[in-house]
């Protein structure tokens, strides 16, 4: 019976490793993040108006994941602009990504979490 348990507590080590991993592949390094937003680049927040309205980086734009292609556009006509994306997880934000590159847009990048986003954003990093 323990190795069932050690079975399944390893299983669930390797699943959590594993998620922060693809929750972190493809973000921006915290410094080039940071000397895009010093240069005026757009910070876009993907996640939910009812999440986006209980705080948010006071630079940032809601563009909900599921209307992006639709208002994004009609906002930034640049499609070379720097975008800087972010969402609760940072799940949301590698969607936004991909759908923002597949109707032509160049210069974006993956802030990541809310809470990682803050940090750059604010030059609080660690």
């Known amino acids: 019976m323990t190795g069932t348990y050690w079975t399944l507590y390893a299983f669930a080590v390797v699943?959590?490793?594993a998620f922060m991993v693809m929750r972190r592949s493809g973000q921006i390094s915290q410094?080039?993040?940071a000397n895009y937003v010093k240069s005026g680049a757009l910070v876009v927040d993907v996640?939910?108006?009812r999440e986006f309205s209980t705080g948010h980086l006071?630079?940032?734009f809601n563009f909900p994941l599921e209307e992006l292609e639709g208002l994004l556009p009609e906002k930034v006509r640049?499609?070379?602009r720097v975008i800087l994306?972010?969402?609760r997880t940072g799940l949301r934000s590698k969607k936004a990504k991909e759908r923002l590159?597949?109707?032509?847009y160049k210069n974006?990048?993956?802030l990541g979490s809310y809470e990682r986003a803050f940090k750059i954003v604010s030059g609080r990093m660690l």
């Open 85 to 87: 994306v972010h969402c």
């Open 78 to 80: 640049d499609k070379n």
């Open 15 to 17: 699943a959590l490793i």
């Open 108 to 110: 974006v990048f993956i």
């Open 58 to 60: 006071s630079q940032a």
């Open 101 to 104: 590159q597949h109707i032509g």
């Open 47 to 49: 996640r939910s108006p």
């Open 31 to 33: 410094k080039q993040a």
